[in-house]
């Protein structure tokens, strides 16, 4: 499996910005489709977003289409989650996931998981 390490996480007010980062060792990066989940607490892992192998396909939840992007610079064996005008309810510890087959909006089929940054939002 592939290590994974998040960072990039905090409190910031609402119509902010933060950008999370997630550091990947331990197999070829480009191997991996990585996505995006959060939790906030007493619910269910909820899929953000995702991208392929070579960057040519991202996928979104429908909450955060239009507000975050994400990216992947395979040189540098990491993953980005670009997240502009915060509300509230983003607010959750956001988990950068690692799939070495096709990707899916289920966390369960993912294979390797980091261990998640918190992110608050005030309003």
């Known amino acids: 499996q592939v290590q994974l390490i998040e960072s990039g996480g905090g409190l910031v007010q609402a119509g902010d910005s933060l950008r999370l980062s997630c550091a990947a060792s331990?197999?070829?990066?480009?191997?991996?489709?990585m996505g995006w989940f959060r939790q906030a607490p007493g619910k269910e892992r909820q899929f953000v977003a995702a991208i392929s192998r070579s960057a040519a396909t991202t996928y979104y939840s429908d909450s955060v289409k239009g507000r975050f992007t994400i990216s992947r610079d395979n040189a540098k064996n990491t993953v980005y989650l670009q997240m502009n005008s915060l509300k509230p309810e983003d607010t959750a510890v956001y988990y950068c996931?690692?799939?070495?087959?096709?990707?899916?909006?289920?966390?369960?089929?993912?294979?390797?998981w980091g261990q998640g940054t918190q992110v608050t939002v005030s309003s």
């Open positions: 331990g197999r070829t990066f480009s191997d991996y489709g």
């Open positions: 996931a690692a799939v070495s087959g096709l990707i899916y909006r289920d966390y369960t089929r993912w294979g390797s």
